[in-house]
Nanobody, 128 residues
Framework: QVQLQESGPGLVKSSQTLSLTCTVS??????????WSWIRQSPGKGLEWMGV???????YYSPSQYSRTSISRDTSKNQFSLQLRSVTPEDTAVYYC????????????????????WGQGTQVTVSS
């Protein structure tokens, strides 16, 4: 059973970079056809897919977040990370890491929110 756990600071100042890490257990982030995504939910809004790093190391990002987002991984630690640059209070949200498998490794496929495994989520507040 794959388990995911988010970690990182709960408070970030405007204009700074938000950095979160997801630690994966019960499976390897290099297992074929798995994708490892970051998804967030802002107050009063629905889930928003931000991007993914696939099993082969390829990354795909939401067009709305592409310019500010980077997702990377550390295979030795079985972790993947999110960096969101130049944050504003509008980036305040609960951030989730999530995983699923698919034979179609594309932004369209990964952005569909039906994920099999989810972390519990971590609240990040951006102060002005």
């Amino acid at each position: 059973q794959v388990q995911l756990q988010e970690s990182g600071p709960g408070l970030v100042k405007s204009s700074q970079t938000l950095s979160l890490t997801c630690t994966v257990s019960g499976g390897s982030i290099t297992t074929s056809y798995y994708g490892w995504s970051w998804i967030r939910q802002s107050p009063g809004k629905g889930l928003e897919w931000m991007g993914v790093i696939a099993w082969d190391g390829k990354t795909y990002y939401s067009p709305s977040q592409y310019s500010r987002t980077s997702i990377s991984r550390d295979t030795s630690k079985n972790q993947f990370s999110l960096q969101l640059r130049s944050v504003t209070p509008e980036d305040t949200a609960v951030y989730y890491c999530a995983a699923k498998t698919t034979l179609e490794s594309s932004r369209r496929s990964w952005s569909r929110l039906k994920y099999d495994y989810w972390g519990q989520g971590t609240q990040v507040t951006v102060s002005s």
